[in-house]
């Protein structure tokens, strides 16, 4: 009989421990608040990886025409993404010269714009430069097709899609992250060590 109460008993506490509300010692062992600051600085001269969307090339551009590329690593400051990758970025055509009889090569000069977090803009700095293959000069024209190598085109200068490029964020920006939205932060971000 004392077995049976016991092993009743027993099977009773943790029917019994379940509906009881939780003790001090339970809420003692819950993590800390670890809440993420409002405001995180993304500093100058932080490098962002951009990779061009469609191909940009000389015969097909002019000075000042615009160009899409985007994120395509996530930056991160202190464990936290700051950038996703995918986000949007720009870039300008600042030269383009088309390619050219006697196997003159095109040439194309492009700086970055910004990055386009939501309704900010994060200001990047970086240039890109490309040069169409080609022999670029009238005697190797000439050698390879005699009179035919005066009408030998070079090749255009591109930027692939896929390329990738190297831009550097233009200024220090404290950036609010906490909305469903980044906008920039109303304070200073607090100085990292």
């Known amino acids: 009989m004392i077995r049976m109460t016991l ?9 019994a421990a379940l509906g009881q509300p939780a003790t001090a010692a339970a809420t003692d062992q819950s993590p800390p608040n670890l809440a993420q600051p409002a405001a995180v600085l993304l500093p ?21 025409a615009r160009f899409r590329l985007r994120v395509h690593k996530p930056v991160m ?20 010269e088309k390619a050219g009889n006697v196997g003159k090569s095109g040439q194309m000069t492009a700086e970055l714009l910004h990055v386009a977090l939501g309704d900010l803009e994060i200001p990047i700095e970086g240039e890109h430069s490309a040069r169409g293959r ?24 591109k930027i692939k899609a896929g390329e990738l490029i190297t831009g550097f964020v233009a200024e220090d920006m404290a950036l609010d992250l906490t909305g469903p939205t980044p906008r920039r932060a109303a304070a200073p971000a607090p100085e990292r060590p």
Not at 7 to 15: C, D, E, G, Q, S
Not at 50 to 62: C, I, K, S, Y
Not at 134 to 157: C, E, Y
């Open 7 to 15: 092993a009743a008993a027993l099977l009773a506490l943790p029917t």
């Open 44 to 64: 100058r001269d932080t490098p962002i990886e951009l990779m061009a969307v469609a191909e940009v090339r000389t015969d097909r551009v002019v000075p000042g």
């Open 77 to 96: 400051i202190d464990g936290r993404v700051v950038v996703p990758a995918g986000t949007p970025a720009f870039g300008r055509v600042i030269a383009a």
């Open 134 to 157: 080609g022999s670029g000069s009238v005697a190797v024209a000439m050698l390879a097709g005699g009179l035919m190598g005066l009408f030998h085109r070079g090749n255009n200068a």
